[in-house]
């Protein structure tokens, strides 16, 4: 398990700075590299202008396993 954490923590490593980078992009979660072991390599973003359903259908498109929705956490996403 040890081994997998730094794995997706490189990941994440690797990511983060790039998706940060992108003008209008939103990322919700840990994006402190100090941080990292205490977050999964599940990227939540949302883009300016752009619907979550549009973005999830442009990024399956190319093959990027992507969805949108609540995922049971309303209250969350009402915020």
């Known amino acids: 398990m040890s081994e997998i954490q730094e ?3 490189q990941l994440s490593q690797q990511i983060i700075p790039q998706l ?3 003008p209008g992009l939103s990322l919700y979660g840990i994006t402190d590299p ?3 072991s205490h977050r999964t390599p599940t990227f939540s973003i949302r883009i300016d202008g752009i619907s979550p359903a549009t973005r999830r ?3 399956g498109d190319r093959g ?3 969805w ?3 995922f049971y ?3 969350l996403t009402k915020k």
Do not use: D, P, S
């Open 73 to 75: 956490a309303i209250g």
């Open 20 to 22: 940060l980078a992108i």
């Open 64 to 66: 990027i396993f992507t």
């Open 7 to 9: 794995y997706e923590r």
């Open 57 to 59: 259908k442009e990024l």
């Open 34 to 36: 100090a941080n990292f």
């Open 68 to 70: 949108n929705g609540h």
